[in-house]
């Protein structure tokens, strides 16, 4: 089922999300949900929290309408955890399913290696690189409260003041409606 995604200005998106202690057919249902409401607009990442849930739940699909490069990445990550990371920073240009049509470039460690739970209960531990790096470091950022544009280097914010004020107004009236 698709749910409505949180947008930049609704409070809960700023909420730290909690650890998952059980992976049950609720925690099973909500990460089939965010798939499809992903896929529906065109996302390559998504956490919890963009659905109101405020859970150490992330996804991740990019698939090769996105990059041929990437292609074929697929999983969800029950309370990531980075355990190492790079100090090599790559900067490249970011959007976020919850701040629409506002894109800028975010610094990122162009490797990181995640440990997390599977749906099915198991452990994993995985390395990441460039665009597969970004899309965790961007989405275990959700989970703390954090977005993209807070990354953002100062004189660029100011630049987008303007536009972060007029989505924050929209999405208070459009969280009135639902």
């Known amino acids: 089922m698709k749910r409505r995604l949180i947008w930049y200005g609704e409070d ?38 963009q659905v109101g ?25 029950i309370n990531p955890k980075i355990i190492e990371k790079s100090p090599d920073m790559m900067i490249g240009e ?17 490797y990181i290696k995640i440990s997390y739970t599977d749906i099915d209960g198991k452990e994993n531990i995985i390395e990441a690189y460039d665009l597969i790096a970004r899309i965790i470091q961007h989405e275990m950022d959700h989970l703390d409260g ?14 987008m003041k303007k536009d972060l004020r007029d989505l924050k107004r929209e999405s208070k009236k459009r969280a009135a409606r639902h």
Not at 31 to 48: P, W, Y
Not at 94 to 110: A, M, T
Not at 151 to 157: F, G, K, P, T
């Open 12 to 49: 809960i998106l700023r909420a730290i999300s909690e650890d998952i202690k059980e992976i049950d057919d609720d925690i099973k249902i909500l990460i089939d949900d965010m798939f499809e409401t992903m896929r529906e607009v065109h996302g390559i990442g998504l956490a919890a929290i």
């Open 94 to 110: 970011e959007g976020c399913l919850s701040l629409p049509e506002i894109r800028e470039d975010v610094s990122r460690s162009q």
């Open 146 to 159: 954090i977005v993209f544009v807070d990354r953002v280097e100062e004189h660029h914010r100011r630049r």
């Open 53 to 77: 849930i405020a859970k150490r739940l992330i996804i991740v699909e990019v698939t090769s309408d996105y990059s041929d490069d990437n292609k074929g990445y697929k999983f969800a990550m």
